[in-house]
C-alpha cells in the first residue's frame, strides 16, 4: 500500500497543549510531520483550506453540542473523520461529507482508506471533497432568519 508523506497540524492551545506537544516531540516518524501552531483567526480558514483532511476528536459531554471544528472544516470545504457520539451523524453524514470512528483502529483504517490512491480524484477523499463543493451550506444570517427570527415577539 503506497501512502503519502503526511503534514499534521494541531491546533489550539488547550490544558493539554503542552503534555502533547512533549510526546510529540518524542515520536520520530518516517512520513509524518506534526506541527502545533497557535492561529490568529483569519490563519484559521486558510490552514484548513489548504488542507486534505479534517480529524475532530471532540467528545460531546452531553452528547448534544456539535463541534464547531468539524463546522469550521465544512465551511472550508474539508472533509472530516470524526470520533463518534450522540449527535454528530446531524452533522457528519458518514459516507458522503466524511467518516465517523468509534476507536483508533477504526481511525487508521479510514485514513489508509482515504489516502490510498491520493492523487485520483474518484478516490472517496476526493468523493467527500467534491460532495461539501456541491452541497447548499445554509449561511448564519439564512439560519437566523428563517428559525429564530420567526421565534422572536415582534417588535413595533
Excluded at 467528545?59 to 470545504?77: N, T
Excluded at 481511525?107 to 471533497?129: M, P, S
Aim: with cysteine; glycine share 6%; net charge negative.
Amino acid at each position: 500500500m503506497k501512502l503519502p508523506s503526511l503534514v499534521c497540524a494541531i491546533t489550539g492551545k488547550g490544558p493539554l497543549k503542552e503534555f502533547y506537544s512533549h510526546v510529540i516531540e518524542k515520536m520520530h516518524f518516517k512520513y509524518v510531520d506534526i506541527c502545533t501552531p497557535w492561529l490568529e483567526a483569519e490563519d484559521y480558514p486558510v490552514l484548513l483550506g489548504s488542507g486534505d483532511l479534517g480529524v475532530c476528536l471532540h467528545k460531546s459531554s452531553s452528547g448534544l453540542d456539535l463541534p464547531m471544528k468539524v463546522v469550521d472544516m465544512f465551511g472550508c470545504r474539508l472533509p472530516v473523520c470524526a470520533l463518534d457520539f450522540q449527535c454528530l451523524p446531524e452533522l457528519v453524514k458518514h459516507e458522503e461529507n466524511g467518516l465517523i470512528f468509534k476507536n483508533a483502529r477504526e481511525l487508521t483504517e479510514q485514513l489508509k482508506l482515504l489516502f490510498t490512491d491520493f492523487h485520483n480524484k474518484r478516490n472517496k477523499l476526493g468523493i467527500f471533497k467534491r460532495n461539501l463543493k456541491e452541497a447548499k451550506m445554509v449561511q448564519w444570517d439564512e439560519n437566523w432568519d428563517d428559525i429564530v427570527l420567526p421565534l422572536l415577539p415582534a417588535s413595533d
